[in-house]
T-cell receptor
Framework: EDQVTQSPEALRLQEGESSSLNCSYT??????LFWYRQDPGKGPEFLFT???AGEEKEKERLKATLTKKESFLHITAPKPEDSATYLC?????????FGTGTRLLVSP | DAGVIQSPRHEVTEMGQEVTLRCKPI?????LFWYRQTMMRGLELLIY????????DSGMPEDRFSAKMPNASFSTLKIQPSEPRDSAVYFC????????????FGSGTRLTVV
């Protein structure tokens, strides 16, 4: 059964303090790994899709990377507006399997 | 496009009452998903439709939950009778190709059953 595990559950950073969020997965055949951002009171918003080991994608202060067992979301010099819950999801047949998310708080 | 539209945004109801949540997917998307989100369990897939046909409803917790998609532009999730443990945020999402393009989520309906 496809499984996704995210760590840590919560992360508190000072503004400018870079860090990484982890998404470990087990899957019989990877179709895609997705990262979403969710702000309080809103639905998850798409960030990245990664399809193969070694692939990287960047958007502003965020960079997502993928290996055969895990994906990392690197946050460089974060700002308070990066505070949110970050979800990763594994693409299965016709649906996504979500992790429980990492709640990120960036303090000024 | 206005995105995925859910209504109502908030619903407070008494235990035992019927609750109906509504969703309008993005035009052209042929897959529609209903999720429930709680702090304890995160996002749980309840049911999904492909071309208006229910494909997998194994996540529907009990017979009290039912979902319909009478046409490509509308879906409902009904809870009858509602119970306090049903309190959660319910999200609808739609997609053209989930495995390659992911989902677009609505803003959710926050349900409180008292």
């Amino acid at each position: 059964e496809d499984q996704v595990t995210q760590s840590p559950e919560a992360l508190r950073l000072q503004e400018g303090e870079s860090s990484s969020l982890n998404c470990s997965y087990t899957v019989s055949g990877l179709r895609g790994l997705f990262w979403y951002r969710q702000d309080p009171g809103k639905g998850p918003e798409f960030l990245f899709t990664l399809y193969s080991a070694g692939e990287e994608k960047e958007k502003e202060r965020l960079k997502a990377t993928l290996t055969k067992k895990e994906s990392f979301l690197h946050i460089t010099a974060p700002k308070p507006e990066d505070s949110a819950t970050y979800l990763c999801a594994l693409a299965g047949f016709q649906k996504l399997v979500f992790g429980t998310g990492t709640r990120l708080l960036v303090s000024p | 496009d206005a995105g995925v539209i859910q209504s109502p945004r908030h619903e407070v109801t008494e235990m035992g009452q019927e609750v109906t949540l509504r969703c309008k997917p993005i035009s052209g998307h042929n897959s529609l998903f209903w999720y429930r989100q709680t702090m304890m369990r995160g996002l749980e897939l309840l049911i999904y439709f492909n071309n208006n046909v229910p494909i997998d409803d194994s996540g529907m917790p009990e017979d009290r939950f039912s979902a319909k998609m009478p046409n490509a532009s509308f879906s409902t999730l009904k809870i009858q009778p509602s119970e306090p443990r049903d309190s959660a945020v319910y999200f609808c999402a739609s997609s053209l190709s989930p495995s390659t393009s992911g989902y677009t989520f609505g803003s959710g309906t926050r349900l409180t059953v008292v």
